[in-house]
């Protein structure tokens, strides 16, 4: 299979090292940021350089771009793909990109198209610091747009051949009200949590929860910023969720009141474990489908 990656950075200078690693597909890549195609040579993400001729022997074209940058490739690269094609993102919100891919599959009915998530990432950016492992054990969302069966199960098999734990199927508005939630208000709180005058002070104060708190909070602003402001009234809501979590433990503690601190960290505690125990459960079942 060809196999075309547009978007050289960590996610897609990643994908395909794992491709090259993992399969026999040939990996054609583009980015407009000459280092990074001459990174991808050298780190082996890419095979070839992706030229617009290239484009139209595709079987696969991935786009590894940031939310407003894959809107515009979809424009671009689709008219170029053959019959037969499948393209597929891996963007952070997934509502208006799918709309976009459905607007398109009226108008190129032979190309097929999935909304694509990878639950994956690194605290850095850029190819430098892709790893051909970092899909490894981690999910992979499919939002699908009325995408035949064959192409999915084409598409899960690929993913699979990467190590991945497993893939989740899922839809663009149920996929961002989850995502406001596990990815974008973990990035939220963990940019507010390192703004503390203490931040700078924490060396030899600190353990694992000082780290855990403040790995996301190297986040590249433009990106993140975009997906927020994309994803601003699921992202609203479980910010708000969260102030109203923070004001009843901060009034206990104002208060002084050690009853009701305790049952408010004892409901945390034992929801916690109920989550892992979802968690459990739900690699239980997959371990035996």
Known sequence: MNIGIVGLGLIGGSL????????????????????????????QAINEHLTDGKVKELDLLI????LNATLKAL??????????????????????????????????????????????????????HSMATLFEKSYIIFT?????????????????????????????TLHDEIIAYTSQLAHVVSAA????????RHVGYSAGSFKDMTRVAKLEPNMWTELFLDNRDNLLREIDILLKNIKDIRDAIESGSEERLKELL????????????????????????
Not at 193 to 198: A, D, I, Q, R, T
């Open 16 to 43: 395909g090292r794992s491709i090259i690693k993992n399969t026999s597909h040939a990996v054609f890549g583009f980015d407009r940021d000459e280092g990074a195609m001459i990174k991808a040579e050298m780190l």
């Open 63 to 66: 786009l590894a771009l940031p």
């Open 75 to 128: 424009d671009y690269y689709v008219p170029l793909l053959k019959s037969g094609s499948c393209v597929i993102d891996c963007c952070g919100n997934k509502k208006r990109v799918c709309d976009k891919m459905e607007e398109l599959q009226k108008i190129y009915p032979d190309v097929s198209f999935v909304g694509v998530h990878p639950m994956a990432g690194r605290e850095f950016s850029g190819i430098s």
């Open 144 to 172: 699908p747009v009325h995408t035949p069966i064959e192409v999915l199960d084409g598409l899960k098999k690929l993913f699979l051949s990467l190590k991945v734990e497993g893939v989740v199927m899922s839809n663009p």
């Open 193 to 200: 949590y390192v703004k503390s005058p203490n931040a700078e």
């Open 266 to 289: 004892t409901e945390s505690a034992e929801r916690k474990e109920r989550v892992e125990q979802l968690r459990r459960m739900g690699l239980n079942e997959k371990s035996k489908s």
